[in-house]
Structures are given as structure tokens and as C-alpha cells.
Nanobody, 120 residues
Framework: QVQLVESGGGLVQAGDSLRLSCAAS????????MGWFRQAPGKERELVAG???????YYANAVKGRFTISRDNAKNAVYLQMNSLKPDDTAVYLC??????????????WGQGTQVTVSS
């Protein structure tokens, strides 16, 4: 079965950086688009960044210029480099995989999430 396991979350101060990792198994990783979502308490889950099997990128406006998504098909892994973190970035971050490119927000498999907390 498909498994997505996130790591790298933690408690940081505003302005700091974090790098999230997601290890995937049980799927032909190179065929799937990968995405990072986040969900804060009382808010809807939102797509933060996505990367297609061919390397096409998507970023939410709130993170453009601060976050970078990348993938390593040899390691079946996707990463989210988060710089200049803000308290508003505080959320559970979830890794997701999907076979179809469009729409960007549609994914088939989800990880359990990793908590990111940014203090002011």
C-alpha cells in the first residue's frame, strides 16, 4: 500500500527556516505529482506547493518566494524548504501524491502530517 511519511517539523522563531521531507513507498513515485498541504486549527486545508512528475511547480501566493518544493525520484522523496517563516505558517503540514496533474488540488494519497510552529 501507499505510504507517505513526513518529517522535519518543529518549533522555530519567526524568520527561521525549516526543511520538511516526505518519504514515499508503495507507488511508482516518478509518475506522481507531489504536494504539500497545510492545515491550521479552525482553517481549511490548503495546498501550499506542488511539483509534477515532469517538474512543473505550483506555489500558493502566501508562500511564493519563501518556500521551495523539490523532489528526488531516486530516493522517492519530496522536500519543502521553508524560509523566512512567519507565525501564520503555523500548521500541520501534510505530504500528498496524485496521479493526475489537474487540478493541482486533487490528490489520491496523504501522509499523517508534521507539526510546524512558528513563534513571534
Amino acid at each position: 500500500q501507499v505510504q507517505l511519511v513526513e518529517s522535519g517539523g518543529g518549533l522555530v522563531q519567526a524568520g527561521d527556516s525549516l526543511r520538511l521531507s516526505c518519504a514515499a513507498s508503495g507507488l511508482t513515485f516518478s509518475r506522481y505529482k507531489m504536494g504539500w498541504f497545510r492545515q491550521a486549527p479552525g482553517k481549511e486545508r490548503e495546498l501550499v506547493a506542488g511539483i509534477s512528475s515532469g517538474g512543473t511547480l505550483y506555489y500558493a501566493n502566501a508562500v511564493k518566494g519563501r518556500f521551495t518544493i523539490s523532489r528526488d525520484n531516486a530516493k522517492n522523496a519530496v522536500y519543502l524548504q521553508m524560509n523566512s517563516l512567519k507565525p501564520d505558517d503555523t500548521a500541520v503540514y501534510l505530504c500528498a501524491s496524485g496521479l493526475l496533474l489537474n487540478p493541482w488540488e486533487r490528490y489520491d494519497y496523504w501522509g499523517q502530517g508534521t507539526q510546524v510552529t512558528v513563534s513571534s
